[in-house]
């Protein structure tokens, strides 16, 4: 079984520049998580959606990012303009079910930003 | 606010030893726990998890304990071995709701 796809898997922008990330969640999976890893802590939500539709994105900062899930499948993550506090590791996760009893969330590799 | 607390930022422990990584929490809505394992440029992978209704499970050389009373969970490993170095995250969630918040991490280090 394949697993979580991100790219790209690195990225150096300027403060002020906008990036992408996309994320291919593993087939079948509904749910799909991006999480933002600052270092030195663990990963914080930023937005969660079942099939194409947002359950959660309490803590995403909308001003800058914005995040799809069209047709339920693939996802992008971008942030418009970015900021040096940006930079992070973005993974994206996906789960099989909603209410799945194990919460089992399986993540992609991760796209390490740096903003300069 | 840290719902997810990991202390230890690091640990050493030598080969067939036991590692125990420790995790507490202050939500008390909190009633299903998990422990995510993450190398180097990869993404967290899943490892063992505990509801609430459990105090103790146990997986191979994995064995999670959890002190509700506490708040406290507990993560042994018997015994270590170096493919066991990695920083270990502890999770919480609310039974039924995927959103999972983590704690800091712990890096483990397994000396031969």
């Known amino acids: 079984e394949a697993g979580v796809a991100q790219s790209p898997r690195y990225k150096i922008i300027e403060k002020r520049q906008s990036v992408a990330f996309w994320c291919n969640p593993i087939?079948?999976?509904?749910?799909l998580y991006w999480y933002q890893q600052i270092l030195g802590q663990g990963p914080k939500l930023l937005i969660q959606?079942?099939?194409?539709?947002?359950?959660?994105d309490s803590q995403l900062p909308k001003d800058r990012f914005s995040a799809e899930r069209l047709k339920g499948v693939d996802s992008t993550l971008k942030i418009q303009p970015a900021k040096l506090e940006d930079s992070a590791v973005y993974l994206c996760a996906s789960s099989i079910n909603p209410g799945h009893l194990s919460n089992e969330q399986f993540f992609g590799p991760g796209t390490r930003l740096t903003v300069l | 606010d840290q719902q997810v607390k990991q202390n230890s930022p690091s640990l050493s422990v030598q080969e067939g030893r036991i590692s125990i990584l420790n995790c507490d929490y202050t939500n008390s809505m909190f009633d299903y726990f998990l422990w995510y394992k993450k190398y180097p440029a990869e993404g967290p992978t899943f490892l063992i998890s505990?509801?609430?209704?459990?105090d103790k499970n146990e997986d191979g050389r994995f064995t999670v304990f959890l002190n509700k009373s506490a708040k406290h969970l507990s993560l042994h490993i018997v015994p270590s071995q170096p493919g066991d170095s990695a920083v270990y995250f502890c999770a919480a969630s609310v039974e039924g709701n995927e959103k999972l918040t983590f704690g800091t991490g712990t890096r483990l280090t397994i000396i031969p």
């Open positions: 959606f079942q099939n194409n539709g947002v359950v959660d």
């Open positions: 087939s079948g999976h509904a749910t």
């Open positions: 505990i509801s609430s209704i459990k």
